[in-house]
Structure formats: structure tokens, C-alpha cells
């Protein structure tokens, strides 16, 4: 059997796993490589599943044009007339690109030339938008530069770290697990989680401070008080490396001038703010994480300077174990920062404002245009399209009908202008709506380069050619930039190419810019084959990478020195009222990625979570008239609702909602969190206020709940247009929750024909069905008045059988035992919290028993958390 081997990057979050492949003819094996700096063996869940991935069931694998089939050569040709046409008529402006931070470096790098360089407008953005550009305004206010300072090795070497608005053992478990590491070895680690959800990164701190949603910028600027009250700063470096102090401290007396005012206004005890603020005051080395819970907020630039703030007060940057770091989202936002890839910035870490470097860039490129002022970023730019002032629009490896806030609003702007999808899947919200969809090479396929949250930069290799006609981005760009007219410019003939050019351009920062790969300008095509991962700047004198910045204490800045910046804390913009009485948080679960295109269409990660919910505090539930697994529906300021599961956790405060950020069109019937969530967006960067929307919540009754497991994908909109999910149970096997009102729907019309194995209980109005073909179980149906229903699990694994014993056929419609905690917890063993329980009532007590019983958190330990929450019994 011929087998083969490559090293490669995860293609999920910005920790930037190092990932080895190994496949035979029959199979291929995933597992995390030892030398690579960020994981060093380690993988979560989702990296581990990824040869799952694989293959995508609904691959997007020809160009469509009108939903029609057509060659690469029309389908080009198509994109490159409307651009050209509506140029013509209506100027540079009048087209954009949407990009993503899931792109590669090389992929990213042509489209932000094509755009600012060759078609002259700056209408170049980005998902980002929605993730890093906080931390990028941050970044530039505080160092001059979009710098992130520190590394990984930092959280190993701190002795305390803040996870600020961070749910990391979900959305960056490696580091998690890093970090959980370290405390092991070294128990005096001191762990901070700020967030107002009890997440299981929360509950694993030593100390979670669940503050009011939004308050964060008062509990920093409180801390930067009491570091001046205390004493604590480091006046030295403050007076030798920064400027602004005595403006910050200024503004933050006004708004948190104690430590009372602060737990007063944060909802936070005094002992817990006492706590937090002596611990930073009295150690040393503090890393301080930050996410998405400071970022995605129309004060979420702030609220990182005022974490930042704290940094520079201390000197706590350039230091082993000390140092601010963003957590970066997506595994290639940092190399899409690195091109300039977003509206308000040019190349390389360069200014669109600054005409010495778009001269410079524009020599460079050879280029007939330059953009002279910045250009729409998301979600102006989707306000553009539904004005109509974008007449094309090229939307690349992002879903912004699902992922932009008023995405109702965004879906309905779509269907009125000339839309380019570059996607791998074609049934995405977005791609259904595209006039032309281009398929794209994926993970595993594609060739190029990422820079993950500490500015590493790794190779993505591929395992195999793209299936069908799908193509890497970088190519499809390419050929229309040829089409377009610009054929000199673009005609790479592969990545090496295009990355040399990318490190030759930020030759031009040296002296002036941190940004700097003048080392890699030359990289030989072997070279750059066999590059392993190193971290920017790489440059003549730092030949592999730096790891850490501003250990000289200078910092990009006119006079070097960085910059603390006032901040005044401002609310949310819409905050809960009568009518909407509770907040609106969104976000991730553990095994999902995003929109669900890829990790949608795995088994192993689609237990953990298999619905769409809402996390309703037990309180609200019941003055709500709420019930655990019932439904609800979920109304927000702009007119949209949403009908999502409830469940019931203590692990939420009261007056808040968390609805998860996955769940869109292609797999349920409502459940787009961001219908609900109105367009406010940071004035400084852009970014939107995802995580704070008005809400009400109410039940949603239904006549019948029921669910379908069978082998076939069903009409499920038809058949239950109010509440319908699918996801996949096991390979070949789709699970269906359904609800509805009215007569029950005609399932053998649906199912199929068959031997029908049938039990009816007229009285209790359930129903039990199982369609069986040659003892062979095809689907099975339970139905009933009420949301509880029987477990699904024995059910799949009868399915996954040849055929059934007689025990098991008669059980199948006997099924009455309540499903009870079904949902995976590990995912890599498949063990269910119900498993758990049953294993501590037999006296597992610790997190080795579990191993040893169930395997549950022996492989890539993404659920301990999980697991030491049920051994605490929580
Ligand atoms: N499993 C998984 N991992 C992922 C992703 C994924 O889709 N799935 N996506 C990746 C991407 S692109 C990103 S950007 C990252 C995001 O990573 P994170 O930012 O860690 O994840 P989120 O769930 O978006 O939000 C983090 C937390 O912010 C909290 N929060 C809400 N409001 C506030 C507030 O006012 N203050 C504070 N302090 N906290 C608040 C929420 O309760 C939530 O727990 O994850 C990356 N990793
Ligand atoms: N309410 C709310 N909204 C949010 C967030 C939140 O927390 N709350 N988080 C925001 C954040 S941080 C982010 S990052 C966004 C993410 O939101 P999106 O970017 O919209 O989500 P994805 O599902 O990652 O979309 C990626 C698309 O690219 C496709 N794709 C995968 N690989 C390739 C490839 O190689 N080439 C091409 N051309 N296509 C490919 C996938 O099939 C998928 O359709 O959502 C944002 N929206
Ligand atoms: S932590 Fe998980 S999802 Fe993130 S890069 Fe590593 S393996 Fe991939
Ligand atoms: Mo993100």
C-alpha cells in the first residue's frame, strides 16, 4: 500500500496548529507535529477530525454562471466584463472584493493588488472586520503599529494570566491546554477569566469575574487607578518609553476612581476587584489575553487600550511572561493584516493616508491606480449594496448572510447586485445567492502560507489536487486580474512566487516599520517548500524569526515611545429596555466552526452541540415560562427572531441570552443569531457590537416534536417549516429535529416505502416508526406531544448495523427511555455526559478513572474542562 506523509496548518483558529498527515490508499491519519512551536504534538477536537473533513458532501467542484455549469474560461470571463462594466460606467468605487482571514497569505496578497493597485479603489475588507480590526486599532493607537508583542511561550512563562473576554478551552483549546500545563508544573499560576458567562474557561480560573456585559473598560481603567494609587507602576519605563499617561489616569479617576465605584458599576463584589487588581499589582510577569468579548463592541477599541493601558503602567511588554497578547480568531487574520488586506490600510503595514507610501507601493506594483482615501469597511460596504452603490461584488471564502450583523438585511441586499461567491461548498447562505460561484480549493488542498495569533508563520501544504474544477484563490484572482486587462502583473506561476513579492514589498518598512520578511525576498521555490515555521520580523540581522517584540523598549512610533490612551467607558449602544428586557451574547461552541460548512458535516463534532439553543439562566426561564429542551423564539431590535432550543444553565446570568453564532439557513429553519443583532459598529475600527443586542424571549409552542434519522437528506423546510435542524449523527446518517403545529406530516410520503415497524399510542399521541429494508434499519422516526423524546443514540448505532436482532427489532419501536444528557462530551471518544455520570456513580473520581473507564479526555483533552466541571459536580 503506497503511503505518504506532508506537514501542514490547521485551517481553523489562530493558534496555528502544526499538523501531520499520513495517508495510505485506504486511509488518512491526522496528528499534531512535536516540533512545531505552537501546539508541540497537541490537538483540539476539530483539528483532530479534520481528516473527516475531507470530504465535503457538498462540494462546490465546477464554475456556475446563472446556476449553470460553464468552463473556468466563461466563467472569468463573465466576472471580468461585469467588473470591467460597472468600472466604466460608474468608477472604481462602484466594485468590491469581501475577503476572508481563512484565505492564505498568497491568496489574500493578489486580491488586495488586484483591488488597490490595478481597479484603484480601496473597497477591499474583510471578515476581520467582525474579529481583529479592535485589536488592530488598539494595536496602532498604543505601539504605532499592528503589533502583536509577545508569544506563546509568554503564558508558559507568566505567573498570572488574564483571559479577558476569551472563552480560550473553546475557541483557542491548544493554548488552553498549554496554559493548563504550565499550571501543573507550576501551581502558584494564577489564572483570571473576565466574562459575564461562567464558561468552562471560567469555571477553571482561580478567580472569574462575571461582570456586567459591556463593563470592561471600567474595571481596566479601576486597575490602572489603583496601580497609580498603590504605587505599582513601573515609573521608570513609563517615563522613559511612553507617552499619555497623565490623560489616562486622568480619565480613568473619572470613571472608576475606586475600587467600590468599580464593583458597583462592573456588578462585580469589592473583594473580587480587590483581588484581581492586588494579584496584577503585586506579580510580576501578567500575560493578559484578550478576544472577542472586548473586541466585538462599539467601544471594543477602547476597552483594549485600557487593557493595554495597565501593560505600559507596569512595563509588563518586551518581557518574558509579561505582555498584552490578542488572541487572534481565524488561522490566517494576522497574514490578511500582514498584506493590508482590509479597507483602511494599503500594503505591508503601510497607510493608505501617507502619499510617500503609496508612491512607494505603487512603484512596486508597477501600478496604473492607487487608491487616495480608504475605502468601505463590512458593514458599510453591505449598507453600499443595499443602496446600490456597489454594482459587483466579489464575496471570498467568507459568509457574510450569516456572519454580518441585520444579516436578513444583508441576504435581501445580496439578491440585488452582481455577486462573485469564491467558495468550496454551494450551499452556503451566501453562495445560494451568488450570480456567479467559483469553486475553491480547500484545506488540504491548497498550498501557501498563514500567520497565526503570535505573528508565526507556517506552510500549508496540500495532501492532494482539488477535486473536480475547484482551483486555489490565488489562481482564480489571477485569471480575472489577466482577463481584466492587468496580465503582467499577475502571472505568478505559484505561491513561491507570490510570497517572495509579498517579502520584497516589506523590504520597504525597514527602518520605519516592524513588518519586515526582507530575509524571505529571495526565498528559493525548494526553500519555500521546505520553510518551517518562523515568526516576523525576518530580517538580515534576525535571520529565524523573533519571537518576542519591543525588548529594546522602542517602539514604531515618531519618538519611540508607546502610547496610553484616555478612555472614557461608554455603554452599548442599544442596552435591554421594556420591551426587549435581556442582552443578546453570541459566540462559539467547542466543536464548531463558524458557519458550520465544514465541521457541519462531521459526526464525531456535531454531538457535543447538535442544535441550534439559546442559554436561558434557570431564573429567567422560569418567570419567563421557559422550559429546559423546549423551544423559544428570540426577537431583536431590527424586526428578526430566531426559534432555537432552550437550555437551562446556571452558568449564565440573569437578563442575559447566549444564542451560538453557528447556526444559519443550510441547517435549521431560523436560527440566525444575526438577524437579531442590529449594525452598530465601533467608530474607530469598524468592528461590530456582536456581542451585546436587545432582546425578549418567549416560548414557542409546537403541536409535535419529533425527530428522523435516516439516510437520505429530506425536503425538511417543507416538511416542518417552523423548527427543523439536521445534522449528521454518524457517516451516511442524517439526524433531523423537528417541531410543528397542525396534522403531522406524511412521513412514509417522506421516508419512503418498506416494511414499516409501527407503534401508535393514540391516546398519549406518540408515535414510533422504523422503515426497515432486508432487516436493515433505513430510518426511524419518533414522535410525540411534548419536546421529550426517546434517545437517539441506540438508534444510530442500530443503523450503523447490517442487520437487527429480534431483541433490537422489537425494541426500536418500544423505545421509551427519556434521552438524558445525550450530548457528547468527548468527542474523540464519543462519550455522552450521561456515560460520565454513570461512570461517577460507579466511583470514578478523578480525571485518570475517566480515562481509564471511558477513554473520555485521554486524547486530545479539548473536554476536560468539561470533565473536571461533572467531577465537581457542577
Ligand atoms: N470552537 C471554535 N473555536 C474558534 C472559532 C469557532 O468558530 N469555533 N472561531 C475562531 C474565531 S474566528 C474567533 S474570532 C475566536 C473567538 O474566540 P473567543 O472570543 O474566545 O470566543 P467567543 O465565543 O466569540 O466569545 C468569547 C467570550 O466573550 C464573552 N463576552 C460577551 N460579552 C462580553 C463582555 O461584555 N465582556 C467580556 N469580558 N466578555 C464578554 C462571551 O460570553 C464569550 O464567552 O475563536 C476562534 N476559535
Ligand atoms: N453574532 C455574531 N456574529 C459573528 C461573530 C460572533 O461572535 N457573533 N463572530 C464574527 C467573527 S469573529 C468571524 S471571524 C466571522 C466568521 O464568519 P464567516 O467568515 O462568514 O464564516 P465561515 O463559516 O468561516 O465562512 C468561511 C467560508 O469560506 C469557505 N471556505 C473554506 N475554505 C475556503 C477556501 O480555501 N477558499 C474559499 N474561497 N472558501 C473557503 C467555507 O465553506 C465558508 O463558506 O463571524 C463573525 N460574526
Ligand atoms: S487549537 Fe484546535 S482548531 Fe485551533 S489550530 Fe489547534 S487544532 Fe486547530
Ligand atoms: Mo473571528
Redesign the pocket.
Do not use: D, E, I
Given at each position: 500500500m503506497d503511503s505518504s506523509s506532508v506537514f501542514t496548518?490547521?485551517?481553523?483558529?489562530?493558534?496555528?496548529?502544526g499538523?501531520q498527515l499520513e495517508w495510505t490508499t485506504a486511509s488518512v491519519t491526522v496528528s499534531?507535529l512535536d516540533d512545531h512551536p505552537?501546539?508541540l504534538g497537541?490537538?483540539?477536537?476539530?483539528?483532530?477530525a479534520?481528516a473527516e473533513t475531507l470530504e465535503l458532501p457538498d462540494r462546490l467542484l465546477y464554475p456556475h454562471v446563472g446556476g449553470r455549469r460553464v468552463s473556468w474560461g466563461q466563467a472569468v470571463a463573465t466576472v471580468a466584463e461585469r467588473f470591467r462594466a460597472a468600472i466604466t460606467r460608474h468608477g472604481p468605487d462602484s466594485v468590491a472584493f469581501y475577503v476572508s482571514g481563512q484565505l492564505l497569505t498568497e491568496d489574500y496578497y493578489v486580491a488586495n493588488k488586484l483591488m488597490k493597485g490595478f481597479i484603484g479603489s480601496a473597497n477591499i475588507d474583510t471578515n476581520s472586520r467582525l474579529c481583529m480590526s479592535s485589536a488592530v486599532a488598539a494595536h496602532k493607537r498604543a505601539f504605532g503599529e499592528d503589533l502583536v508583542p509577545g508569544c506563546y511561550e509568554d503564558i508558559e512563562q507568566a505567573e498570572m494570566v488574564v483571559l479577558a473576554g476569551s472563552n480560550t478551552a473553546w475557541?483557542?483549546?491548544?493554548?488552553?491546554?498549554r496554559l493548563q500545563a504550565a499550571r501543573e508544573r507550576n501551581p502558584d499560576l494564577y489564572v483570571v477569566a473576565i466574562d459575564p458567562r461562567r464558561t468552562y474557561t471560567a469555571s477553571s480560573a482561580d478567580l472569574h469575574l462575571a461582570l456586567a456585559p459591556g463593563s470592561d473598560a471600567v474595571l481596566w481603567n479601576g486597575l490602572l487607578v489603583y496601580l497609580a494609587e498603590q504605587d505599582a507602576m513601573d515609573r521608570d519605563f513609563v517615563a522613559r518609553h511612553t507617552a499619555g499617561l497623565e490623560a489616562a489616569l486622568a480619565a480613568a479617576r473619572k470613571s472608576a476612581p475606586d475600587i467600590d465605584a468599580v464593583a458597583w458599576r462592573c456588578e462585580l463584589s469589592a473583594g473580587d476587584v480587590r483581588r484581581f487588581y492586588q494579584r496584577f499589582a503585586a506579580t510580576g510577569r501578567v500575560v493578559s489575553c484578550y478576544s472577542q468579548g472586548l473586541g466585538q463592541s462599539s467601544s471594543g477599541t477602547d476597552k483594549i487600550n485600557a487593557l493595554i493601558n495597565c501593560h505600559l503602567a507596569t512595563g509588563r511588554i518586551g518581557r518574558p511572561g509579561a505582555t498584552p497578547l490578542s488572541l487572534t480568531g481565524q488561522?490566517n487574520a494576522m497574514g490578511g493584516r500582514e498584506v493590508g488586506g482590509l479597507a483602511n490600510q494599503l500594503a505591508a503595514h503601510r497607510e493608505i493616508e501617507d502619499p510617500e507610501a503609496r508612491r512607494q507601493v505603487q512603484d512596486f506594483w508597477n501600478a496604473p491606480a492607487m487608491p487616495q482615501r480608504p475605502g468601505l469597511k463590512a458593514v458599510e460596504l453591505f449598507d453600499a449594496v443595499a443602496g446600490g452603490r456597489i454594482k459587483a461584488l466579489w464575496i471570498m471564502a467568507t459568509n457574510p448572510a450569516v456572519s454580518l450583523p441585520e444579516a436578513g438585511k444583508v441576504r435581501r441586499a445580496l439578491r440585488d447586485c452582481f455577486v462573485v461567491v469564491s467558495d468550496c461548498v454551494a450551499n452556503s447562505d451566501t453562495a445560494r445567492l451568488a450570480d456567479v460561484l467559483l469553486p475553491a480549493a480547500t484545506w488540504g488542498e491548497k498550498d501557501g502560507t498563514v500567520t497565526?495569533s503570535v505573528r508565526l508563520i507556517s506552510r500549508q501544504r496540500p495532501l492532494r489536487p482539488p477535486p473536480g474544477e475547484a482551483r486555489p484563490d490565488w489562481w482564480i484572482v489571477c485569471q480575472v486580474a489577466r482577463a481584466m486587462g492587468f496580465g503582467s502583473a499577475f502571472a505568478y506561476n505559484g505561491p513561491a512566487a507570490i510570497f517572495r513579492e509579498h517579502a520584497a514589498l516589506s523590504a520597504l518598512n525597514r527602518g520605519r516599520r516592524l513588518f519586515d520578511l526582507s530575509a524571505l525576498a529571495d526565498l528559493s521555490d525548494e526553500r519555500y517548500e521546505r520553510l518551517k515555521p518562523l515568526a516576523w520580523p525576518v530580517t538580515a540581522e534576525n535571520p529565524r524569526g523573533t519571537l518576542r517584540l519591543f525588548v529594546d523598549r522602542r517602539f514604531p512610533t515618531p519618538d519611540g515611545r508607546a502610547r496610553f490612551v484616555a478612555v472614557t467607558p461608554r455603554p452599548p449602544v442599544h442596552p435591554a429596555a421594556r420591551s426587549l428586557p435581556f442582552v443578546l451574547n453570541s459566540g462559539r461552541v467547542r466543536d464548531h466552526?463558524h458557519t458550520l460548512t465544514r465541521t457541519g458535516a462531521v459526526p464525531s463534532l456535531s454531538g457535543h452541540d447538535p442544535e441550534p439553543f439559546v442559554e436561558v439562566n434557570p431564573h429567567d426561564a422560569a418567570a419567563f415560562g421557559l422550559e429546559d429542551g423546549g423551544l423559544a423564539e428570540v426577537a431583536g431590535p431590527t424586526g428578526g427572531a430566531i426559534v432555537v432550543r432552550v437550555r437551562c444553565s446556571y452558568r449564565q446570568r440573569r437578563g442575559s441570552l447566549f444564542v451560538p453564532m453557528h447556526w444559519n439557513g443550510a441547517f435549521a429553519a431560523r436560527a440566525w443569531v444575526n438577524d437579531l443583532v442590529p449594525p452598530v459598529i465601533d467608530p474607530v475600527s469598524g468592528q461590530p457590537e456582536s456581542k451585546h443586542a436587545p432582546a425578549a424571549i418567549r416560548p414557542f409552542a409546537c403541536d409535535w416534536y419529533a425527530f428522523v434519522l435516516c439516510r437520505k437528506a429530506l425536503p425538511a423546510a417543507e416538511i416542518a417549516p417552523s423548527y427543523w435542524c439536521r445534522l449528521r449523527a454518524a457517516p451516511g446518517i442524517w439526524r433531523y429535529e423537528l417541531a410543528g403545529s397542525g396534522p403531522v406530516p406524511d412521513w412514509e410520503r417522506w421516508l419512503g416505502e418498506g416494511e414499516w415497524v409501527e407503534y401508535r399510542d393514540t391516546r398519549q399521541r406518540c408515535y414510533r416508526g422504523a422503515l426497515l429494508r432486508d432487516n436493515h434499519l433505513e430510518a426511524c422516526l419518533c414522535l410525540g406531544p411534548d419536546p421529550r423524546l426517546p434517545a437517539r443514540r441506540p438508534l444510530i448505532e442500530w443503523m450503523q448495523q447490517d442487520h437487527l436482532d429480534a431483541g433490537q427489532r422489537a425494541g426500536i419501536v418500544a423505545l421509551v427511555e427519556e434521552a438524558g444528557a445525550e450530548n457528547t462530551v468527548c468527542a474523540c471518544f464519543q462519550v455522552t455526559e450521561a456515560m460520565v455520570r454513570r461512570a461517577l456513580d460507579q466511583g470514578a473520581e478523578d480525571l485518570e478513572a475517566l480515562g481509564r473507564l471511558l477513554g473520555a479526555g485521554g486524547k486530545?483533552g479539548?473536554c476536560r474542562p468539561e470533565l473536571e466541571a461533572l467531577l465537581r459536580g457542577q
Open positions: 496548518t490547521c485551517p481553523y483558529c489562530g493558534v496555528g496548529c499538523v499534531g505552537a501546539n497537541r490537538l483540539c477536537s476539530k483539528g483532530t479534520l475557541c483557542h483549546p491548544v493554548l488552553f491546554r488561522p497565526n466552526w486530545c479539548a
